[in-house]
């Protein structure tokens, strides 16, 4: 089993920027793929950014350029930077956590709520 807890969302006006968090615990090792998913009032989730367990990233085309994504092995974390904020990155932001030997088993945070005003 693993837990998964994001924190750092907030209101922030357009331009600013903010630094969203997940802690992980449970059956988490480095072998795990984590990811940042967000979704929209009235919109599917999407995938905003990745990170594997060899710290190859993959960025939304929306976010490259802004956003950062990072991980802790060590303190089972991972990190989201987000620069330069619109508007349209208003969202609920959920963390996700999934390994070849999970199989198709994926892990969700709760999710935290990011409000960008213009």
């Known amino acids: 089993q693993v837990q998964l807890v994001e924190s750092g969302g907030g209101l922030v006006q357009a331009g600013g920027s903010l630094r969203l968090s997940c802690a992980a615990s449970g059956n988490i090792f480095s072998d795990v793929t984590m990811g940042w998913y967000r979704q929209a009032p009235g919109k599917q989730r999407e995938l905003v950014a990745a990170?594997?367990?060899?710290?190859?990233?993959n960025y939304a085309d929306s976010v490259k350029g802004r956003f950062i994504i990072s991980r802790d092995n060590g303190k089972n974390t991972v990190s989201l930077q987000m620069n330069s904020l619109k508007p349209e990155d208003t969202a609920v932001y959920y963390c996700?956590?999934?390994?070849?030997?999970?199989?198709?088993?994926?892990?969700w945070g709760p999710g935290t709520l990011v409000t960008v005003s213009s």
């Open positions: 990170i594997t367990s060899v710290s190859t990233t």
């Open positions: 996700n956590a999934g390994a070849k030997r999970w199989g198709t088993r994926v892990y």
